[in-house]
């Protein structure tokens, strides 16, 4: 059914200013490659890889056959008391790729999921181990993870958080979020400036007593919140604060994961190997949702004890394991490893960042970020309408460009292909600097 004959008020759009939308909807109904296709078929090139979900491209061959073949082969099986064999493949194959040390691997159906599921598993740890009282969970200010009621209160984005202030979960504080403009606009790559932010974790250890925490929760690259790459040295130091106080450190990796920054892992990027990781997107290239929880053994070991025909984590979703879900996961480790992907991304790291920096000197610009293959360009909000300039430049992009852009705001945000061609991204520059230098 085209738009025109749809009811599109019957579908309450997420994260979208629908009432607006609705008034000119932008619609996709096909893919493929790098680019999207509109219903009357005109092409638009994708620059942010889905929803930084779709690193390999859209519709990759390989993984669609996975895809076709599995739902015909086993649609679905539960995986409690039974369980399928792509879930146990896909397991080892993630576990393989991930840090030393971290052998385990927990599976949901998003990022959101994943977040909840890794705050329960750290919770129930301490627990496992005799330490109860280990209750309390740290996130940090402007950290995204995800929208349910523990990645929410955890998270530190006040505007998803505003309208349920009194039904966040107890037991929550945050450290100080990293971004300093004034020290390290157009930094590029890590900023300089910060390491000592870290220090606000040993603030808490003394107020709440360290005793009292579980664990404490961020992103490697903050990405939602407008692409915040962590000061040098700051992500070594929480690992030694949380080590010092036997608090157990989970890096959100939703978006940090599977090759954005070069590495199969942030964690593999900045030297630092967390307790606990969480992914999501790139696990499926978001063909099929899933997210997997992976686990040090020292994690997982806490909780193999006691009657063995107990159940240990009381904790699950009908969805867990999905075989379609991975069978898709199983297919996008095969090309990531056949096509050389995490390689190929970080060759175009610099490419990337000399594209992006171009627009330090634009008018409206007032900051640019970038690490790996996350990228954003921050501009100065009109006066009285903050967000209208992002907007709107989202839009001209669209309509005027052909070029599927993310603003935040007045923040650009870029998660290019991590198998993107260089005239691409440089076609892609030379657009959205005609659209910024068209608009006020
Ligand atoms: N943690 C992190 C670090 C994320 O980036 C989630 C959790 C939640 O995942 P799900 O699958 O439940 O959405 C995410 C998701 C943006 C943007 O604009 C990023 C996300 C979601 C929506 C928008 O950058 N990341
Ligand atoms: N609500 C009800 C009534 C259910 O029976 C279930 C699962 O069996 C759920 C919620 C949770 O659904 P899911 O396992 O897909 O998260």
Redesign the pocket.
Known sequence: MSVAASNIDAYWMP?TANRDFKANPRVISGASGHHYTTENGTKLYDMFSG??TSGLGHCHPKIVAAVQKQVAELDYCMTFQVTNNKAIELAGRVTEMAPEGINHCFFTN????S?DTALKIALACHRARGEGNRTRLIGRERG????NFG?MSVGGIAPNRKAFSANLIPGVDHIRQTHDIERNAFSRGLPKHGAELAEDLVRLCGLHDSSNIAAVIV?PVA??TGVLPPPVGYLERLREICDQHGILLIF?E??TAFGRLGRPFGAHRFGVTPDII?T??GLTNGVIPM?AVLVRDSVYDAFMHGPENMIELFHGYTYSGHPVAAAAGIATMDVYEEEGTFEQAASLEQGFEDLLHSFADHKHVIDVRNYGLMGAIEMAPRDGAPGARGTETHKKCFWDENLVV?N?MDTL?FSPFLNSKPDEMEQSFAAIRRVLDSIE
């Open positions: 994260f929803l930084w998003s990022g959101s999921e977040v995204y993870h995800g929208v990645g992103e990405g939602s959100d939703v978006i969480i999501a997107k997210g993310r935040g945000q």
